[in-house]
Every structure is written in structure tokens, then in C-alpha cells.
């Protein structure tokens, strides 16, 4: 009775195993043939097939990677790429986009404190939002985040404290960590307490740049006891790496200035140079320029002079429409006025002059919990934007929001708030392309 019990236990389960195979093979069948019918569509013809694949958004291309060999192929090519971020910059100067970075999670999301990370897209003629997408980075940033400006819609997150370097291209949520700087790896060895982190602050603002023969991450700081490095000895004040995507390294560069870098002021990227403004000497602020194709430093010939002969805590640089712009907030009056520099580098125009005084509106300063007119408040406001009806879209880094300024009525309006927003960067669709 036992065996005969054995043996009809060992057919059942042979009978289920053989009916499971069966099934599988069905399932594949299927999806061969429904493969099969993606992949070559008879109607259209590939090149015109990838015309409209150029028209799509990147969601739809992530989409339609999955269903064919072919599309996956064609969509992630370097070709592809190029021509797709092409035909996404001309839909940005037509509908231009602002992406605010973000620890605060979105409603019916749950956030982890410290690894993950929001970003919330807003359109910015309306105001309206267009996208969430909240990423998780596996290692902790020990609650000190440093986010470099958009390049192609690329971001550099970093965190110096846990050694944390990341690439993310929140469109498709794709990300790749970085192995940490000689800068980062020196640094740690000097076993720098709170306090020290807190006065290394102005040394962790790098810039994330395009060059021809790729991407590149630029990275200059002063040169400190705690950031010495054998292999690398301190000829000057300053000190630069540069990472090699190709190679997954960084490198030094051996000539860097010989100014110190203002340590409240993040680098800027214009035209195809990296700006950053320095501390004063002999009483006069400079503008040291790193050409991203060259590799070399130079200093701007020509600064405004109630620019140069500034205080550099009244000053804010940054970059507009690929122009180097800088702002500089009068103590007395409140007017911050904005200058635009030319391609050519020789010459300055002024492009916008806010009277904060007269723009005083309680409504910004109700829902921002800031009062973007304050008298005892020296730093400026930094442009994002500027809107096609002329307004311009500013921030502070005092706020966790942003306003526009309306230059016909003079007047500020509530724009966005965010208590516990990090960054705010104008932003455009990038694709798929990984570094």
C-alpha cells in the first residue's frame, strides 16, 4: 500500500511538473511572436520610426525599451542621444522647465531620511507641476548634500561626509556613484570634527560642465593643512581635480590660481568656461575663468567696478540663458541690479534693476516665511529664469522658496515653498545616454 501511495504521489507531482513546462512554453511562444511584431513593423520603415521616437518623452522611450531589441538598440545609442537632447533643448526654449531638489516627500510617497531624494518639476510659465520622481541612493549623504548645477539635465549630488558621489539623470532615474576625490580621501584623514566640517562648507562646490570630448566634473578649493596631499604637493593657494568619466578617475591639474576662492560663492558655467568668484586682494574682488576645453585658468580682463570694488558677501553670480550674469544688492537703496556678460568677454550690459523697497508684498512673505525685502540683508537674490512676459524667477539662499519679479508693476508673487528645499536649477528633458 505504501509504494503503490509513493508511486501515485510521484506521478502527481511529475503530472504538475510537466503541465508547469507546458505553460512556460506557451509563454514564451507568445512573447516571441509578440516580439516579433514590435520589432518589425512592416508599415513603417526604421528611419522613420526612429524620427518619431526623437518627438517622444523620455518616459515613453524607457517604455517602449522594453518591448523590442531593436528600439532598445536604436534608443540607446550615442547618436540617438545626441539628436533627441537636441530636439528636447529647442522643446525647453518653448516650454521652459524648473526643477527645486528636495528631501520633502510627495503625498502617498515614503521617504527615507538621508538616502532618498526628491525631484519635483514645475513649468514655468504657470507654475503648475509636471513630474515627482523620488530616488533612493544607497549610500548615505549623513544629512550633508552639496548638488551641482544641470548639465543636459545631469546632476552631481555629493556628499563630502560619507565620501558619496553620485551622477542622476532624474528623468529616467538612472544614477552611477562615483569613487570619492583625492581632495575627499585627504580630507578624512584629518579626522575633522563638526565645527570643521561646518568651516569647510565653501570647499564642496563643484561644477558639473560638458566638453567635447565628454562630461567632466571640475572641482577647485583652497589649499588647507587638512587637505594635504603627498603625491600632489601645494605650489599655489588653490587646488583643482578634474574627474575622468572615461577613465573613472581624478586627476590634478598642475596650474591652478593663485587667488583664493570666496568661500560663500558657488562656481558658475557659461559659454564654455567655469567661474568663480574670489576672496578680495588689495581691496578688489576677481573672476578666475577655466576654459573647459583647455584646461586653463585665466582671469576675466574686464569686472565692473562696483562689482570689483565690492564686498564679495554682497555679490551673487550665476548663469542665465548660457550668459554669465552677476547681481549685487545696494545696502542703503535695496536695488539689486543685474549685469549680462557678452560672449566676447570685454563688455557688460545691465539687464534688470529691482527696486525691493517699492516690491514689498505680504503675500510671498506669508506663505515663504521670508521677507524677500529686508533692510539688514546684504546677499542678493539669484535670477533662475526669465519668463517669456519678461518677469524673472529669483531665490535665496536664506528662503526655501521662490518668487517672480514683475519689472512692469514692481511687484513680487509667490512662486513656490518648500521649507526644506536644497537647490533650485532651471532645468530641461535629458535622455537616456549613460556616462
Known amino acids: ?51 518619431i521616437f526623437l518627438r517622444l518623452p523620455v518616459k515613453a522611450l524607457i517604455r517602449l525599451k522594453s518591448l523590442s531589441k531593436q528600439w532598445r538598440v536604436v534608443i540607446e545609442s550615442l547618436s540617438f542621444a545626441e539628436r533627441h537632447l537636441k530636439i528636447a533643448e529647442q522643446y525647453r526654449l518653448v516650454h521652459p522647465k524648473v526643477m527645486v531638489i528636495t528631501d520633502e516627500k510627495e503625498t502617498g510617497w515614503t521617504l527615507r ?17 509636471l513630474s515627482f520622481s523620488l530616488i533612493n541612493f544607497p549610500q548615505g549623504f549623513f544629512n550633508c548634500t552639496f548638488v551641482s548645477e544641470n548639465c543636459d539635465g545631469l546632476f552631481c549630488i555629493h556628499s563630502p561626509q560619507s565620501h558619496s558621489v553620485y551622477v542622476v539623470n532624474p528623468a529616467t532615474r538612472w544614477l552611477r556613484q562615483l569613487p570619492p576625490s583625492r581632495f575627499q580621501i585627504s580630507m578624512h584623514k584629518f579626522y575633522p570634527t563638526r ?61 591652478t590660481p593663485s587667488y583664493r576662492i570666496f568661500y560663500n560663492q558657488k562656481p558658475a558655467y557659461a559659454n564654455g568656461s567655469v567661474y568663480w568668484l574670489t576672496e578680495p586682494y588689495n581691496a ?34 550665476c548663469s542665465l540663458d548660457n550668459h554669465l550674469c552677476m547681481s549685487k544688492r545696494e545696502h542703503v537703496t535695496m536695488i539689486q541690479d543685474i549685469w549680462r556678460l557678452k560672449p566676447s568677454e570685454d563688455t ?66 509667490f512662486f513656490y515653498r518648500n521649507y526644506r528645499a536644497w537647490r533650485k536649477v532651471t532645468y530641461f528633458q535629458s535622455l537616456i545616454s549613460h556616462i
Not at 538621508?114 to 503648475?128: A, M
Not at 578666475?288 to 551673487?316: G, K, M
Not at 517699492?358 to 539688514?376: L, V
Request: aromatic share 10%.
Open 1 to 51: 500500500m505504501e509504494t503503490a501511495e509513493k508511486r501515485v504521489m510521484i506521478a502527481s507531482s511529475s503530472q504538475r511538473k510537466r503541465k508547469r513546462r507546458k505553460i512556460r512554453r506557451i509563454i514564451r511562444k507568445r512573447r516571441r511572436r509578440n516580439e516579433k511584431l514590435v520589432t518589425a513593423p512592416s508599415s513603417l520603415p526604421n528611419d522613420v520610426i526612429e524620427e
Open 195 to 255: 565645527e570643521d566640517w561646518r568651516f569647510m562648507d565653501s570647499l564642496f562646490h563643484l561644477a558639473f560642465v560638458k566638453a567635447a570630448a565628454g562630461y567632466k566634473l571640475v572641482w577647485l578649493y583652497n589649499c588647507e593643512n587638512y587637505n594635504a596631499d603627498a603625491s600632489f604637493p601645494s605650489e599655489g593657494v588653490t587646488k583643482c581635480e578634474v574627474f575622468d568619466f572615461r577613465a573613472n578617475t581624478w586627476r590634478y591639474l598642475s596650474c
Open 113 to 129: 531620511p538621508d538616502t532618498d531624494i526628491g525631484f519635483r518639476t514645475f513649468c514655468l510659465e504657470s507654475g503648475s507641476v
Open 348 to 413: 557688460w550690459e545691465k539687464i534688470f534693476s529691482i527696486d525691493l523697497i517699492s516690491c514689498h508684498s505680504p503675500r510671498t512673505e506669508i506663505r515663504d516665511m521670508f521677507e524677500w525685502s529686508q533692510k539688514d540683508m546684504v546677499e542678493p537674490s539669484t535670477p533662475v529664469a526669465v519668463c517669456k512676459n519678461k518677469k524673472i524667477l529669483l531665490s535665496h539662499r536664506c528662503s526655501r522658496g521662490l518668487v517672480k519679479y514683475d519689472p512692469l508693476t514692481k511687484s513680487l508673487d
Open 284 to 317: 578688489r574682488i576677481e573672476v578666475v575663468a577655466f576654459d573647459i576645453q583647455t584646461e586653463t585658468f585665466r582671469l576675466l580682463p574686464n569686472i565692473i567696478v562696483a562689482i570689483a570694488d565690492s564686498d564679495p558677501n554682497h555679490i551673487d553670480m
